[in-house]
């Protein structure tokens, strides 16, 4: 997101490569829906199919990402955070957020 908003599109085009290259690597992008602690997941990197990050992933593994997202989803409507709160504050803060963004990914892949 960085690189396509930055001011100077020719100096950010040079690390598109870059970014190409560590993407492809291997354990940069979390592709176990399950995980825990603080990962970055296949839709964290791709919330939408027009995500530059979304050729690094497959249709099979957006749909088991996808599908096990709507199973996580508690009866409050909310997700909880995969991560260890380190107050109770900070968990109702993050699960906010997290709660919105699973909503967007879900509309976006047409899912709500």
Same mark, same amino acid.
């Given at each position: 997101?960085?690189?396509?908003?930055?001011?100077?599109? *020719?100096?950010?085009?040079?690390?598109?490569?870059?970014?190409?290259?560590?993407?492809?690597?291997?354990?940069?992008?979390?592709?176990?829906?399950?995980?825990?602690?603080?990962?970055?997941?296949?839709?964290?990197?791709?919330?939408?199919?027009?995500? =530059?990050?979304?050729?690094?992933?497959?249709? *099979?593994?957006?749909?088991?990402?996808? *599908?096990e997202l709507r199973?996580?989803?508690?009866? *409050?409507?909310?997700?909880?955070?995969?991560?260890?709160?380190?107050?109770?504050?900070?968990?109702?803060?993050?699960?906010? =957020?997290?709660?919105?963004?699973?909503?967007?990914?879900?509309?976006?892949?047409g899912r709500l």
């Amino acid at each position: 997101m960085f690189l396509a908003n930055a001011p100077d599109a *020719d100096r950010a085009a040079r690390y598109y490569g870059v970014l190409d290259e560590w993407l492809d690597s291997s354990r940069v992008i979390e592709r176990d829906p399950l995980a825990e602690g603080v990962v970055q997941k296949e839709l964290e990197y791709a919330p939408t199919p027009a995500s =530059y990050a979304h050729r690094f992933v497959t249709t *099979d593994e957006v749909n088991r990402y996808l *599908d096990e997202l709507r199973r996580q989803q508690q009866s *409050d409507g909310g997700w909880p955070i995969s991560w260890q709160a380190v107050s109770t504050a900070s968990e109702h803060k993050w699960r906010g =957020y997290v709660t919105i963004n699973h909503l967007m990914t879900l509309r976006t892949y047409g899912r709500l």
